[in-house]
């Protein structure tokens, strides 16, 4: 089906568009005559008193809600009617959606035609040319191991290849190979956190592709770093208290180690 509000094509069964975040009324209204119509249907299974009883109680909780609804639509339509109407029903919003669209089936085939090449750099590139609605964009199968290698592969990259060419890194090389690479581990480990649901949306081959990204920064951490695991557990409880990396601290551990990068030596 199409969205009444934006035009995206929709599956037959959507209450609100995925897309645009538009109610779809007549899906609506259909399944709330139909959730109507079951729960007429289980009530007509109940004797004569429970039926009262319910009906009472429904009754009661039904004119409470519909106070507090009408209050809150009340208030919706003095402050915030303007935004619903700008985020929802704007003329701009629909050109973004349709220009979204366009944009994705325009690219989809060059986007697959770069994955089955692993080429996840010509990707990302492509994907940054994209200035449109991420939730079209969020459609495509592979959108969320992308978007793990942009947050987190894709700056660190170039320096593992300097480190298995035996290549010398700069302190600002060694200091984001440092980072990054605490923060793979990081996400990784921390399976509450929003970027591991990206991790469990890829696919086995790609969740095995990620894996090999950890183990770099593994490698880079106690080979080139000189880390031990007990230095880098203590490090990553320490640099994420609040979830993010704490860039000041980071700083200092970063110097300490560069230096010891440079002696050779081990810390």
């Known amino acids: ?13 959507e209450t609100a568009c995925p897309y645009c975040g538009a109610m779809q009324y007549e899906n609506s209204e259909q399944k709330y005559m139909k959730d109507l119509y079951n729960l007429n ?8 008193n429970t ?13 409470i809600v519909c106070a507090a609804i009408a209050a809150a639509v009340l208030a919706g339509s003095m402050f915030g009617y303007g935004s619903y109407k700008s985020m929802y029903n704007s003329s701009h919003n629909r050109k973004e959606i349709h220009q979204s669209l366009d944009w994705y089936n325009n690219n989809i085939g060059e986007l697959n035609s770069l994955y089955e090449k692993r080429d996840y750099a010509g990707i990302s590139e492509l994907t940054d040319s994209y200035k449109g609605s991420s939730s079209v964009l969020e459609k495509w199968s592979h ?8 947050y987190y592969y894709k700056r660190v990259a170039d320096i593992y290849i300097m480190v298995h060419k035996g290549e010398k890194l700069s302190d600002y090389q060694f200091g984001t190979g440092f980072e990054e690479s605490l923060d793979m581990i990081y996400f990784i480990n921390n399976k509450n956190g929003y970027n591991y649901r990206r991790y469990e949306g890829c696919t086995a081959e790609e969740k095995e592709t990620v894996d090999g990204w950890v183990a770099e920064a593994q490698n880079y951490l106690k080979n080139v770093a000189k880390a031990t695991d007990k230095e880098i557990n203590d490090m990553l409880n320490e640099l994420y208290q609040n979830g993010y990396y704490d860039y000041k601290l980071g700083k200092s551990y970063e110097e300490s180690f560069y230096k010891k990068y440079n002696e050779g030596g081990n810390n």
């Open 1 to 13: 089906m199409i969205c009444s509000n934006c035009g995206a094509d929709i599956g037959d069964n």
């Open 41 to 48: 249907e289980g009530m007509e299974k109940l004797d004569k």
């Open 51 to 63: 039926r009262k009883y319910i009906i009472k109680s429904t009754m009661k909780s039904v004119g």
């Open 143 to 150: 959108y969320n191991f992308i978007n793990i290698y942009d």
